[in-house]
């Protein structure tokens, strides 16, 4: 594991009697606790579309919705708090679409980006398209067992997944945990109505969808009483929605 990223581990995990595998240079802190129900469900989804995952936003996207997404990416993203020499958390990082999306007058170089997902097979994916261009560090953890310090990171953010994770309200208490005081902290998925109209639909994800609903209360009510600046938005013609607010 490299250094930028062992110092932001919890103190019982920077233990030198601590022991942890890695798979391709990535390091697995996944807790057999978290990894049940519907995680474990899209974490096999996700390992299994890994491979076609960026070509089908690129060609099915592109056909379906013309720049859409990508618009949709850039405005959750442009949202953030950008600078240089910053650090970074990005929960389910996926293959790391969204690094796409930083503005242009940030040097990207001149991040610390910390990814981390539930799938091995999007983080390899991610790590292969990253790995040189950036300062970037990958963990295969889940969202709701962050295996980071209190008050590690000046920009964390969340897009795409959070709608299915087992427990959506202990996923945002660690992203506010591990976010330093103060810090601009983004939320954003797709609505119901999108997931009826799309994945409900698409060939490729509508065996894992059948019989699942998604309603935004259940994230709405997770985000806790006393956060600052708490703002809601829908996106891309109403596809996604987009919670910001401060630690
Ligand atoms: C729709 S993809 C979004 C990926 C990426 N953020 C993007 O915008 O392209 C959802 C991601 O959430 C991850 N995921 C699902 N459940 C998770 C959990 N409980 N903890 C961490 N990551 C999770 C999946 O592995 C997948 O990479």
């Known amino acids: 594991m490299d ?3 062992k110092k932001r581990l919890k103190v019982e995990y920077q233990k030198e009697d601590f022991n942890y595998k890695e798979v391709d240079g990535i390091p697995i802190f996944l807790n057999d606790k978290y ?5 474990q469900k899209y974490m096999k989804m996700y390992d299994w ?26 405005e959750n993203i442009s949202k953030l708090e950008w600078r240089d020499y910053c650090s970074v958390l990005y929960v389910s990082i996926g293959t790391g679409k969204n690094l796409e999306f930083i503005p242009k007058m940030i040097n990207k170089k001149k991040l610390d980006i910390v990814g981390a997902d539930i799938s091995l097979g999007m983080l390899k994916k991610c790590k292969k398209k990253f790995n040189k261009q950036l300062n970037l560090s990958l963990i295969n953890c889940c969202a709701e067992d962050l295996p980071f310090k209190d008050n590690e990171f000046d920009i964390v953010f969340h897009v795409g997944g ?5 427990d959506k309200a202990l996923a945002i208490q660690e992203m506010i945990r591990v976010a330093k005081q103060n810090t601009k902290i983004l939320i954003a998925d797709e609505t119901a109505d999108y997931i009826e109209k799309q994945y409900k639909k698409s060939k490729l994800s509508k065996k894992y969808y059948q019989g699942v609903t998604f309603d935004f209360k259940d994230i ?11 703002q809601t938005e829908l996106l891309g013609e109403n596809k996604f929605y987009c919670i910001t607010f401060r630690k």
Do not use: C, H, Q, W
């Open 220 to 230: 709405s009510s997770a985000i806790p009483n006393g956060v600052k600046e708490l």
């Open 3 to 5: 250094n930028r990223l």
């Open 162 to 166: 959070i709608n299915f994770f087992n």
């Open 49 to 74: 579309m890994s491979k076609g995952y960026d070509l089908a936003e690129t060609i099915v996207g592109k056909l379906k919705y013309g720049n859409g997404i990508n618009n949709m990416r850039s």
């Open 35 to 39: 990894v049940s129900g519907d995680n």
